[in-house]
């Protein structure tokens, strides 16, 4: 009689157990798992303390329909009421202006360096200038562009002028999210594409761009979140005005970054840090919004295998 026995990896005739784990690698497993966790419960406790901060001394102006039509003209420091209309306008404005300018040419430069440039000396010249723009500060931006905006063409310090600091901090961040989302598509679908006959500019537009859409968009995100918060600019590039302004080339114009700095040397008066918290807490919501509408976009816009 015979038995039938499991058919098992074996060396020298004896069985090797592939499925089970040594005590040794149980424990290193183990520590590991605690590790990682403890490192994520670190880092959130700063987050949420500063959330937890912010939501409970700024939630309750923005409560009132007066903070989200109103300005902050003829209220001072000492004075309760107005609203960050002006503001939260003049932020929109100067992002939507700095998207416009560097999407595109992040975009481009991205599909540049990754369907094109491969190799070649001028995508590396490229390459290497993009990794010294991320370095740059905010401060050294502005400066730069108001060497040249108001130094030599002698233009007035208007919003504008903050947008073109603002592209030379968002160009780097978005093209490199770019290239590295472009780098993910398969080269497979290339190759599909390109034995159908299709040319290459069209492979691009039509397979590796909306292949990588959603990662893009993210990027995008990621980009005006980063200058949406910049003060330097503002500070150095427009003067903060305390009336609605909507036009980018005339005049002064408010932004969320610099109504907080408008208040924050009057902190100790219950009005002027009530605005503060408000306003950054208002900054906080839009940053929320506008990577919560990425993800939509980029869900409704993913390419779906049928």
Same mark, same amino acid.
């Given at each position: 009689?015979?038995?039938?026995?499991?058919?098992?990896?074996?060396?020298?005739?004896?069985?090797?157990?592939?499925?089970?784990?040594? !005590?040794?690698? %149980?424990?290193?497993?183990?520590?590991? #798992?605690?590790?990682? +966790? &403890?490192?994520? /419960? $670190?880092?959130?406790? =700063?987050?949420?303390?500063?959330?937890?901060?912010?939501?409970?001394?700024?939630?309750?102006?923005?409560?009132?329909?007066?903070?989200?039509?109103?300005?902050?003209?003829?209220?001072?420091?000492?004075?309760? !009421?107005?609203? %960050?209309?002006?503001?939260?306008?003049? #932020?929109?404005?100067? +992002? &939507?202006?700095? /998207? $416009?300018?560097?999407? =595109?040419?992040?975009?481009?430069?991205?599909?540049?360096?990754?369907?094109?440039?491969?190799?070649?000396?001028?995508?590396?010249?490229?390459?290497?200038?993009?990794?010294?723009?991320?370095?740059?500060?905010?401060?050294?931006? %502005?400066?730069?562009?108001?060497?040249?905006?108001?130094?030599?063409?002698?233009?007035?310090? $208007?919003?504008?002028?903050?947008?073109?600091?603002?592209?030379?901090?968002?160009?780097?961040?978005?093209?490199?999210?770019?290239?590295?989302?472009?780098?993910?598509?398969?080269?497979?679908?290339?190759?599909?594409?390109?034995?159908?006959?299709?040319?290459?500019?069209?492979?691009?537009?039509?397979?590796?761009?909306?292949?990588?859409?959603?990662?893009?968009?993210?990027?995008?995100?990621?980009?005006?979140?980063?200058?949406?918060?910049?003060?330097?600019?503002?500070?150095?590039?427009?003067?903060?005005?305390?009336?609605?302004?909507?036009?980018?080339?005339?005049?002064?114009?408010?932004?969320?970054?610099?109504?907080?700095?408008?208040?924050?040397?009057?902190?100790?008066?219950?009005?002027?840090?009530?605005?503060?918290?408000?306003?950054?807490?208002?900054?906080?919501?839009?940053?929320?919004?506008?990577?919560?509408?990425?993800?939509?976009?980029?869900?409704?816009?993913?390419?779906?295998?049928?």
């Amino acid at each position: 009689m015979t038995t039938l026995t499991e058919n098992k990896p074996s060396y020298d005739g004896k069985v090797l157990d592939l499925t089970g784990k040594s !005590g040794v690698r %149980a424990a290193k497993n183990t520590l590991a #798992t605690v590790l990682i +966790a &403890l490192a994520f /419960a $670190v880092a959130m406790i =700063p987050l949420l303390w500063i959330l937890a901060t912010v939501i409970s001394k700024g939630y309750h102006l923005l409560l009132t329909a007066d903070w989200w039509t109103e300005s902050q003209r003829g209220i001072t420091v000492r004075r309760a !009421g107005g609203g %960050a209309y002006h503001a939260i306008m003049g #932020t929109l404005i100067m +992002a &939507l202006i700095t /998207a $416009v300018i560097a999407v =595109p040419i992040a975009v481009l430069g991205a599909v540049y360096l990754v369907e094109y440039g491969k190799g070649t000396r001028a995508a590396r010249v490229v390459s290497f200038m993009i990794d010294i723009l991320t370095g740059v500060p905010s401060i050294v931006a %502005a400066l730069f562009v108001y060497a040249v905006w108001i130094t030599v063409f002698g233009f007035n310090r $208007v919003g504008f002028a903050v947008s073109l600091s603002l592209v030379l901090l968002m160009l780097p961040v978005v093209l490199r999210s770019t290239e590295e989302m472009l780098k993910l598509v398969p080269d497979e679908l290339r190759e599909a594409s390109y034995a159908l006959g299709v040319p290459k500019w069209k492979t691009i537009l039509k397979v590796v761009v909306p292949t990588a859409f959603g990662g893009i968009v993210t990027g995008v995100m990621l980009g005006l979140a980063r200058v949406m918060g910049e003060t330097a600019p503002l500070l150095i590039l427009v003067g903060y005005s305390k009336s609605i302004n909507l036009n980018p080339f005339d005049g002064f114009m408010a932004a969320l970054p610099t109504m907080i700095n408008q208040d924050r040397t009057e902190l100790a008066l219950p009005n002027a840090a009530d605005r503060v918290w408000a306003a950054a807490l208002t900054l906080i919501l839009l940053v929320l919004a506008l990577n919560l509408l990425a993800r939509v976009i980029a869900r409704f816009s993913a390419v779906r295998s049928k």
